[in-house]
T-cell receptor, first 112, second 113 residues
């Protein structure tokens, strides 16, 4: 079973278009992380959200954590080829931290 | 510079052989993790360790073993009992406590030949 569900699993968009990736948990999330990965490489940290209703932005990428802290969305505005890659949401579900799990990832392709 | 290092980057193994993947960090992190990544399946947790000399099974621990004799090192052994070991393996570390970013190594691609 997957404790973190991401959707969609893959996404192809035209350059300049906006897109949204969702991450849903059946449990309350105490820390939600977004990472980006180029295939065959390590993960690059994008953002971390902790508080219900929290929203953070970095360049053209915005992430939100809903009030109930069970769903997060990652939104990219005016997508560029450099945004292509695998986006992963992660959450620490250990009682005192130290158990980090991930969703199955969303593979994003941006067509010029 | 502080960071987390995995070696080797590429590894080939014959069927029936055990192989050990290295993961070292100099970030003074208490928690360390091993993940396996297959196409379309994201990262699946193999083992994790929150403190030296202690570790816990993740979701797919069968056919793998780990040790945590030193804070900075968390090697993963892929045993011959692992039926489908060809995959991309990622190691990570973090400070204990929720709300802390995990740092990742660059991964090891293991291929069984």
């Amino acid at each position: 079973s997957q404790e973190l569900e991401q959707s969609p699993q893959s996404l192809i968009v035209q350059e300049g278009k906006n897109l949204t990736i969702n991450c849903t948990s059946s449990k309350t999330l105490y820390g939600l992380y977004w990472y980006k990965q180029k295939y065959g490489e390590g993960l690059i940290f994008l953002m971390m959200l902790q508080k219900g209703g929290e929203e953070k932005s970095h360049e053209k990428i915005t992430a939100k954590l809903d009030e109930k802290k069970q769903q997060s969305s990652l939104h990219i505005t005016a997508s560029q080829p450099s945004h292509a890659g695998i986006y992963l949401c992660g959450a620490d579900i250990g009682n005192q931290g130290g158990k980090l799990i991930f969703g199955q990832g969303t593979e994003l392709s941006v067509k010029p | 510079d502080g960071g987390i290092t995995q070696s080797p980057k590429y590894l080939f193994r014959k069927e029936g052989q055990n192989v050990t993947l290295s993961c070292e960090q100099n970030l003074n992190h208490d928690a360390m993790y091993w993940y396996r990544q297959d196409p379309g399946q994201g990262l699946r947790l193999i083992y994790y360790s929150q403190i030296v000399n202690d570790f816990q099974k993740g979701d797919i621990a069968e056919g793998y073993s780990v040790s945590r004799e030193k804070k900075e090192s968390f090697p993963l052994t892929v045993t011959s009992a692992q039926k489908n070991p060809t995959a991309f393996y990622l190691c990570a570390s973090s400070i204990m406590g929720q709300g802390t970013e995990a740092f990742f190594g660059q991964g090891t691609r293991l291929t069984v030949v």
